[in-house]
């Protein structure tokens, strides 16, 4: 049989992981999906929402289009999902501080905030209304894509398994492949929380976030006993950036707390030398600053390490 | 007073951060300087060593070149360090796997293995005897650079700290400035343990490691109050790594954690797909393999991701 193309769109979503809920599509290994999602917000922001709106949103789990079931998939199998094509479905992203969420604590933002980004050239998220001289350059993936879990009942969509789920992995951009085991018979995949952009670590929890369109290609590797997700990149991790980078370090023994440390510096540096609002540097760490583990030998103390690409302050 | 250029040679160097080191030499800033500098093993390794010298080799400390005095350096100013030039002083690198040291335990590693790179093409760590069809990109940088504590005696030179040292962050290379906070008065810079390719993490505890002849020039920023090292790279990190990469992920409630569980994943990958042995394989990832945080804050679990560039295969 050949390979089929469907389409699976945003009417119905799902908003948690539970291997009952019925198979809206069911598809052979070699087949393609066109999937669009809903952002994570499901749609409660529009580009003239405000700083106020944040905290009147309620969060029920990301909302998730799916599940595809994929014929002859059985627990032990590695279902291999590549991501063909992605783009935003819609004209705006945004990025919101939420006091309480994220890498810092409520004390250190304690006020809510709203970046709306406009993506309508397709090549970068340009701040509107805030931060309006920064453009930071999209590389868009999926933050949530995963398989039901083997544990019968309802799992929230948060935190990131050994389904994958919200991996938040910044590198699953168009061209790489991610390698998911199996843990129910059909697989039950499901996708969504695209990302137009961010740094390695989404530190304030939110990324350039946007309702998309993503085209994804499905196999079926037999009995190959994966315990966690895997990936290959066709080509590099972080194409399109370049230029100078600027960088922060964190030392301790803890490497939360270094990352703390890192971003806090980043966040300092930010305010200092480029101009920004507290609120607004924390934003660019988590739409554009990677966090690295530089050093996890040398006790007792790590550095995790804080990278930011000049380029965003280009305004291209 | 126009700029200077020094030589300081590696025929004296200290395996301690101690204020009271008397300078090998004073600079002005805007100076430059050019170091050579021994590798971690203090000459120990030839390229004709065995896996059985591994256990012989007694750590003493680093070996640094150094100390430099900066005229009118003062606790609170910071010391901009930009690298020059680095490159090899020497034919061969090396990388051992000692039982007990690294990321991964005695009980997972208990076989002391030493890997020797030849070097001299200057654009390839090749292995030598084992691992023969793999070549790593040489992206030199100085393991250790520093200054003087403020705390007074001797401090060894394994772990980081806010002057610096042990860092080991892979991104000084050639082009990148790294800012030190200065905390005694002349700063009393040292330098040492280049590497000629190191992933992000080290994870085996050793990179290639290789004698080096290290250029490095020298400012003096006033009163900026620095708690922690920073660094600005005048290129994108990884510049000259590209093609496909494969990554495997570790996630869970402990970045520590995390992190051990995507090595473990990825030397599994390498044995299974590549056909290295376990050593080999540990090793390739401590020279090669970048560990990413890409997920921090969607509690409770985080993930570290291991990154290997395949380009390591194409022997060039």
Same mark, same amino acid.
């Not at 971003?263 to 200092?272: A, D, Q, S």
């Given at each position: ?21 019925? #198979? ?35 969060? %029920? ?5 799916? #599940? ?21 479905? *819609? ?10 969420? +994220? ?8 006020? @809510? ?23 930071? @350059?999209?590389? #868009?993936? #999926? ?21 994958? +789920?919200?991996?938040?992995? %910044? ?30 670590? &989404? ?5 350039? &976030? ?6 994804? %290609? ?9 315990? &966690? ?6 080509? *590099? ?68 390490? *804080? ?10």
């Amino acid at each position: 049989m050949p390979a089929r193309q469907h389409l699976l769109d945003a009417s119905i979503v799902h908003y948690e992981w539970n291997n009952a809920i019925p #198979p809206r599509l069911e598809i052979d290994p070699g087949d393609t999906v066109v999937f669009e999602t809903r952002d994570a917000s499901d749609e409660f922001y529009n580009p003239n929402s405000t700083h106020d709106d944040v905290m009147r949103r309620v969060f %029920k789990g990301h909302p998730l289009t799916g #599940p595809v079931r994929i014929r002859g998939a059985q627990p032990g199998d590695v279902l291999a999902v590549e991501i063909i094509d992605i783009a935003p479905r *819609a004209s705006f992203g945004w990025t919101n501080v939420r006091p309480g969420r +994220g890498l810092l604590p409520e004390s250190e933002f304690s006020k @809510p905030f709203l970046q709306i980004w406009d993506v309508t050239d397709g090549r970068y998220a340009r701040g509107l209304r805030t931060m309006r001289n920064i453009a930071v @350059p999209l590389a #868009p993936f #999926p933050g949530v894509m995963g398989v039901a879990l083997d544990d019968a009942g309802s799992h929230n969509t948060a935190p990131p398994r050994k389904n994958g +789920g919200n991996m938040d992995i %910044k590198q699953l951009t168009a061209g790489t492949t991610v390698y998911l085991p199996v843990w129910v018979e059909g697989a039950l995949f499901s996708i969504g929380d695209a990302h137009g952009a961010q740094g390695d670590g &989404e530190v304030c929890i939110t990324a350039v &976030e946007m309702n998309a369109r993503i085209t994804a %290609k499905f196999e079926l590797l037999p009995a190959r006993n994966l315990s &966690e997700p895997q990936l290959r990149m066709r080509g *590099a991790p972080a194409r399109g950036i370049d230029g100078p980078h600027y960088a922060t370090t964190g030392h301790g023994p803890d490497l939360y707390q270094c990352a703390r440390q890192a971003v806090r510096h980043m966040i300092e540096h930010l305010v200092r030398e480029r101009g920004l609002t507290r609120e607004e540097a924390y934003i660019l760490c988590s739409v554009a600053v990677d966090l690295k583990v530089s050093e996890i030998v040398d006790a007792p103390n790590w550095i995790v390490s *804080a990278f930011l690409p000049e380029m965003v302050f280009q305004g291209k």
